[in-house]
């Protein structure tokens, strides 16, 4: 089971900006195997069980982002157990896709790559909270190399596509500078609960992290440029009744906290 379902609040759908609609479709729907809800030439939405995570917004003459922008670094697909991660590492070994990482975070594992434009892209499961461990307010998240082999063996059956329960577990963003993105994201009610240098992890309601912020690539980065590709939007589900809210951070990529159906 994920461990972002009792959170007061999650994360719903990611939209990105694509210049080439059909192809980043076929991407996700292919690839990371998520499952097209509704689908036109300026617009589709993929999820899994009927659940919104993924909107893709054509605009073909859209510049492409630069990799020291601000904006995203990657969306994090949270699939429910660790034989989904082995069987989608079999599906795209199968298709080829090139993996850029591959890591054990002691909360997680997790497998990186990149979409056709250049989106960044985490697969990854969570091992169960009681195995977390937290030092007061702070979770132990490092980084240490991942056994792909002994991945792999947990991941027999074959890959259906993305499996239902799989959500959006985090949202992992480039931005200019950390002090502005901890008063922001900590202005939204969220709680810093690991800080990595360059880098600090921020969640709701225990989770290990719903967002992250670094500035790897990206230190010193000016507001965002528009239009361009890459990440549009990113949506927040909290508590039903709640008055939807939308503002934008400082390097300009917008947020939306809308209620959950209750």
Not at 111 to 120: A, F, H, I, T
Not at 168 to 196: K, M, N, S
Not at 234 to 248: I, R
């Amino acid at each position: 089971m994920t461990s972002t379902s009792d959170a007061p609040v999650q994360i719903g759908r990611v939209a990105l900006t694509v210049n080439d609609i059909g192809r980043m479709t076929a991407f996700y729907r292919d690839m990371i195997g998520l499952e097209p809800l509704s689908v036109d030439a300026t617009a589709s939405v993929l999820g899994s069980g009927g659940r919104p995570l993924l909107e893709l917004r054509a605009d073909p003459s859209a510049r492409r982002r630069g990799p020291r922008e601000a904006g995203l670094f990657h969306t994090a697909f949270l699939l429910p157990r660790r034989a989904d991660l082995g069987r989608w590492l079999h599906h795209a070994a199968g298709a080829r896709v090139p993996l850029q990482g591959a890591s054990d975070h002691d909360v997680s594992e997790a497998l990186y790559l990149s979409d056709p434009e250049g989106n960044g892209i985490e697969t990854y499961w969570d091992r169960p909270r009681e195995d977390w461990h937290w030092d007061g307010d702070t979770v132990r998240m490092g980084s240490y190399a991942l056994d792909l082999n002994e991945l792999a063996a947990a991941g027999g059956g074959g890959w259906q596509g993305a499996p239902e329960g799989t959500v959006v577990g985090h949202v992992h963003l480039q931005v200019g500078a950390i002090p502005e993105v901890e008063g922001f994201i900590t202005g939204l009610g969220a709680d810093i609960t690991h800080r990595y240098p360059g880098a600090t992890f921020f969640s709701w309601g225990g989770y290990h992290h719903h967002l992250a912020a670094n500035v790897w690539n990206s230190r010193g980065a000016g507001a965002r440029s528009y239009p361009s590709t890459g990440l549009a939007e990113v949506e927040f589900l909290g508590a039903p009744g709640l008055s939807p809210v939308t503002l934008d951070d400082p390097w300009g990529t917008r947020f939306a906290l809308r209620a959950r159906e209750a």
